[in-house]
């Protein structure tokens, strides 16, 4: 097992989460844990957990209502409010994207203040907040976005998207054991990785000069590029599991730098489609698309792009995006993924009012999201 501290405790390796649950919760004196968890495998994973473990016996858990498929801030809200009738004392989340960012909301909330969106927004009050914040273990049960490690969420409140960064989104500690991965079939792991790829793919491409993010984007790139194969060939592949965990973490560690106009179609059609596509599978569609919009502002970062993405500077990045996804087995057209040409104006409007949009390496609006996503259709 590895321990990593890098914005916080990371725990990485295979056989590890038992042990590295029960040393956090007792490290952290967390004796009642609101447990935050996608519904089936991951709950019964958490309940399992703390009923085997030695520490684990002695502990009561409250498990909260099944999350919806994208954070919201009045869950949050309602979901704090539980962990103070209940006497609870830190939380516990395993799950998607989402539900990782909104046990982050639910830690902060719970640490005993009325929070609106400017004061949970606001880097200033950043450092207080995660000095009141419950504690927060987080464990990864795919290899996707790397939301567990990361600084960052992105949540809706009243209708409109929130993005908020800061140490108060940091968990107190990580949990990243690619035996959790190996139940995975082969689309969900293909759709896991490419969430990943795409969100260190962002990192890179976003403007500002953050040499530390970009190289373990750069990282994380490679190992996705290298191991997905072999995951896909061999799901016992133990080795290629932790790659794909290890590229997880990198696109949470980076995330930090700025995402961009992927994050922004994905968040906009996550909340008009229903069901909505996993994020994975829309960045297989769209990847490809905006890596071409964007490659004129891309500059030197385009040629590092294309030595992670295929070993060499001269190559397109999107075409070895696209040539991955397709060895991968994953759709190539949004209407693979039920999106029709009804959703294109509302995603383009709410993609373009998405803070992502902010931080794409070349300026994007409503009407360029629109042809970026009929094109995909």
Known sequence: MSLIRHLTRIHLGEEVVEEALAAELARHDVRRPLVVADPGRPRKLIAALLADSPVGRARQAVFAPSPPGRPEARLARALAELFARSGCDGVLVAGERGTVELAKLVAVLAGGRALGPAELADPERAPALARARAPLLAVAIGAGSGAEASCTAAVEHEGEPLRLCGEHLVPSAAVFDPLLTVALDARATAVAAFEALGRCIEAVAAPGYDPPADAVALDGIARIVAALPRALEDGRDLGA?????????????????????????????????????????????????????????????????????????????????????????????????????????????????????????????????????????
């Open 241 to 377: 599991r932790r790659e794909l965990a290890a590229g997880a973490l990198a696109a949470g560690l980076a995330s930090h730098k700025g995402q961009g106009g992927l994050e922004a179609m994905v968040r906009a059609l996550g909340v008009l489609a229903d069901p909505p596509p996993p994020a994975g599978a829309l960045a297989a569609v769209l990847l490809p698309h905006l890596l071409a919009f964007n490659a004129p502002a891309l500059g030197e970062r385009r040629g590092a792009l294309a030595r992670a993405l295929a070993g060499r500077e001269d190559a397109d990045p999107a075409e070895a995006v696209a040539g991955l996804a397709g060895r991968a087995g994953l759709p190539r057209r949004l209407g693979a993924l039920g999106i029709g040409a009804d959703l294109l104006e509302p995603a383009s409007r709410r993609a373009e009012a998405d803070p992502a949009s902010g931080t794409n390496p070349r300026r994007i609006g409503a009407s360029q999201y629109a042809a970026l996503l009929a094109a995909a259709i």
